[in-house]
């Protein structure tokens, strides 16, 4: 089936400091999704990009759809205590379906 | 503005038993879906819904079942639970709208079955 592969697995950080990741496919999205996920928490959307070449920004954070469609990566710039957890990425199918990689678990030492 | 709820929060299971993982939203969003969350392997697609009467497998169904009798209400059913069914459950609902409609997960059903 189809698989997303995002790197690197976790981080563990100094405050203000930027933070980079990045999903793979071996698959052709059409939409690439950024989540963000809280302890005890469901994931909650941060960035949605919607054509190959897009880049987008929320605040500090800026994501890219790779131009091959098989790729995106999402920067989050001056890292701050309350950006801790778990990012994925996923890819969008029809039908509201998404498949999503591995997670990045984000630690940031005050 | 309860978005989608899912309940209970949490459950322990003994091996053999079942039980139904109730999830419900209030925004009239046509798409639903189950995921289960296993550490280091993100959120795995187990059954989704596209409209009422309507429900389709996704990647790892096996060892449950779906049903959609009504919009609003998407229940998740364990018919002989397993200890490889220990996992966070999450239900998410998504208004079909187009690619640019964003999904919405509920807080998630921690299950143990031992």
């Known amino acids: 089936g189809q698989q997303l592969n995002q790197s690197p697995q976790s981080m563990f950080i100094q405050e203000g400091e930027d933070v980079s990741m990045n999903c793979t496919s071996s698959?052709?999205?059409?939409?690439w999704l950024w989540y963000k996920q809280d302890p005890g928490e469901g994931p909650v959307l941060l960035i949605a990009l919607y054509k190959a070449g897009e880049l987008t920004s929320n605040g500090r954070l800026t994501a890219q759809f790779g131009i091959t469609r098989k790729d995106s990566f999402l920067n989050i710039s001056a890292s701050i205590p309350s950006d801790v957890g778990i990012y994925f990425c996923?890819?969008?199918?029809?039908?509201?379906?998404?498949?999503f990689g591995q997670g990045t678990t984000l630690q940031v030492k005050p | 503005n309860a978005g989608v709820t899912q309940t209970p929060k949490f459950q322990v299971l003994k091996t053999g038993q079942s039980m139904t993982l109730q999830c419900a939203q209030d925004?009239?969003?046509?798409?639903m879906s189950w995921y289960r969350q296993d550490p280091g392997m993100g959120l795995r697609l187990i059954h989704y819904?596209?409209?009422?009467?309507?429900?389709d497998q996704g990647e790892v169904p096996n060892g449950y079942n779906v049903s959609r009798s009504t919009t609003e209400d998407f229940p998740l059913r364990l018919l002989s639970a397993a200890p490889s069914q220990t996992s966070v459950y999450f239900c998410?609902?998504?208004?079909?709208?187009?690619?640019?409609?964003?999904?919405?997960f509920g807080q998630g059903t921690r299950l143990t079955v031992v």
């Open positions: 925004m009239n969003h046509e798409y």
């Open positions: 698959s052709i999205f059409n939409t």
């Open positions: 819904s596209v409209g009422a009467g309507i429900t």
């Open positions: 998410a609902s998504r208004s079909p709208g187009g690619l640019r409609t964003e999904a919405f």
């Open positions: 996923a890819g969008q199918l029809g039908a509201g379906k998404l498949i």
